[in-house]
């Protein structure tokens, strides 16, 4: 089941906040998050590797935290708050791809230039990204083999510098294609994305989440 756009970033951000200061999480707490998990079963659950993966930095935290504090309590409950808003922001904004979150935020009708702003930088993200795979496949074909000695220094400080000297580059090639193409500080996306009937489930199941988180408070 997919959501909108708006909905889903509107829903990540409500169950986001509820969780977050949450001060001791209990099995009501997950009932949004499992939602989710059980209706993208169907389209799979690729954003729980994702979440995987960011476990280990969770998990480096609360060893910190396990080393230098030794309070196991507090860090079971960053763990449990961690992976609670981390799997339904990726259930709900992932299947929308990289510009999800600038369509929810055009359909909740943010202002212009935060939107535009938004849409540069996720897009200038995309294009540096492609520039860094770029030049680490060019170094694996040469054979590159990371070492802890001044010549793998000299080289990642090159890498670390042809990429600031081409993301210039592209930054000027993108300024002038926007002012050749008449931009007057506002964007028009062609990919509207209205609110549809699964957004009437996400809201009901928000709202019982917000009433269970409530009653556990009260």
């Known amino acids: 089941m997919k959501f909108s756009p708006p909905a889903a970033l509107f829903a990540a951000v409500i169950y986001s906040l509820l969780i977050a200061f949450r001060t001791d999480i209990t099995v009501y707490d997950a009932f ?7 209706v993208s079963i169907k389209e799979g659950l690729r954003p729980l590797l994702r979440l995987l993966r960011l476990n280990l930095i969770i998990l480096f935290i609360c060893a910190t935290i396990l080393f230098f504090h030794n309070d196991a309590s507090y860090a079971l409950l ?24 600038y369509y929810g935020f055009c359909g909740l009708r943010f202002p212009d230039k935060f939107t535009v702003l ?17 030049m680490r496949d060019s ?11 001044l010549f793998t220094y000299k080289i990642l ?7 600031f000297i081409k993301s210039m580059e592209k930054a000027k090639s993108l300024h002038h ?3 050749l193409r008449g931009f007057k500080g506002k964007l028009y996306p062609f990919n509207t ?26």
């Open 32 to 38: 949004f998050a499992l939602f989710l998990i059980l």
């Open 177 to 179: 294609a926007m002012i």
């Open 139 to 149: 170094l694996k074909i040469r054979c590159f083999n990371p070492k802890t000695n």
């Open 193 to 218: 994305h209205p609110l549809a009937g699964s957004d009437t489930l996400l809201a009901i199941v928000l709202v019982a989440q917000t009433i269970l988180t409530f009653w556990q408070v009260i």
């Open 78 to 101: 960053i763990f449990l708050r961690a992976n609670l808003i981390l799997s339904a922001n990726l259930l709900l904004i992932t299947p929308h791809g990289k510009m999800g979150i």
């Open 118 to 134: 938004l849409f540069f930088v996720i897009k200038y993200i995309e294009i540096l990204g492609a520039e860094y795979k770029k």
């Open 157 to 163: 400080g090159y890498l670390v510098g042809m990429l």
